[in-house]
């Protein structure tokens, strides 16, 4: 269970985010949405003790603050986004990273249990066979699956996201959703995720945090929080009168 309270941080002692507070509970996904500048990210790099915060973060019963970094890494992984790759690792070594703050001392190596979380997680996304290969030679979708095994390796229950299908296209996006969808629906697994597509957020997430200037402007189910007017007002557009229009634009071309 992710719990934040009264939670403001920001940058050089001025706050971008403030009074957020809110409960996830095991197996449910969140998806912050709001415009451009809102605060998402800080968000997420607060959640991930990645900025020092005003209020409480509390992870299944415990304060963050308490928490040392392995403890903290054992329960939460950001998944990161598709870099530039300055170095080539294989996809196995690459995957491997992210059992690295649970190996007991980095310079033994991994363990059997290391490499069979490894293979497990290879398999889980469909890379197994591709193991030995560079990670520079795979394509955007590939990689981005290889992230998401390395993220599984560190056998977190709650996944960060930040704008992970950014540069994937149509069908890599849908299949990223899908495995993280099959992922969190188990052993009370939950992500917390920024995703600019409002439809993959709806496909993925049960909870909406809506974000306006730093503060949460609506928190809830999707048809609670997610409101014709509510959406419309915080991005200053007709945001559902959009959507309908370009499906009524496809349903055109499908009936064509
Ligand atoms: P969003 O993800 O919703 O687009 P961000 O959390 O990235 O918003 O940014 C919120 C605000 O914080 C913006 O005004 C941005 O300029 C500012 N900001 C983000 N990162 C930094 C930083 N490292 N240092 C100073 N200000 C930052």
Redesign the pocket.
């Known amino acids: 269970m992710l719990e934040l309270k009264n939670v403001n941080t920001?940058?050089?002692g001025k706050d971008?985010?403030q009074d957020i507070s809110f409960t996830l509970n095991d197996g449910q996904n969140l998806c912050i949405i709001?415009?451009?500048?809102?605060?998402?990210?800080?968000?997420i790099k607060a959640i991930a003790g990645l900025l020092p915060i005003e209020g409480q973060i509390i992870i299944d019963n415990k304060d963050m603050r308490k928490m040392k970094r392995r403890e903290i890494a054992g329960k939460i992984a950001v998944m990161s986004q598709l870099s530039n790759i300055f170095f080539s690792y294989t996809v196995y070594e690459t995957v491997l990273l992210g059992r690295y703050l649970h190996m007991k001392g980095a310079f033994k190596g991994p363990s059997s249990y290391d490499k069979n979380c490894v293979d497990k997680c290879l398999k889980a996304v469909g890379l197994l066979k591709h193991k030995d290969r560079q990670i520079n030679t795979l394509s955007g979708g590939q990689l981005q699956r290889v992230y998401l095994a390395r993220t599984l390796a560190q056998e977190p229950s709650i996944i960060l996201l930040d704008e992970p299908t950014n540069h994937l296209d149509l069908r890599y996006q849908a299949e990223l959703i899908d495995y993280l969808k099959e992922w969190s629906s188990k052993d009370g697994n939950s992500i917390v995720g920024?995703l600019h597509d409002i439809n993959l957020a709806l496909k993925l997430a049960d909870n909406f945090l809506v974000?306006d200037k730093?503060y949460i402007k609506s928190y809830g189910s999707a048809s609670k929080a997610v409101t014709n007017d509510l959406i419309n007002s915080v991005y200053g557009m007709d945001v559902v009168g959009f959507m309908i229009d370009s499906l009524r634009k496809w349903e055109r071309i499908a009936n064509f």
């Not at 709001?34 to 968000?43: D, E, F, M, Y």
Request: hydrophobic share 30%; proline share 6%; aromatic share 6%.
């Open positions: 920001g940058y050089d971008v985010i709001g415009p451009n500048g809102c605060g998402k990210t800080t968000l920024v974000l730093g």
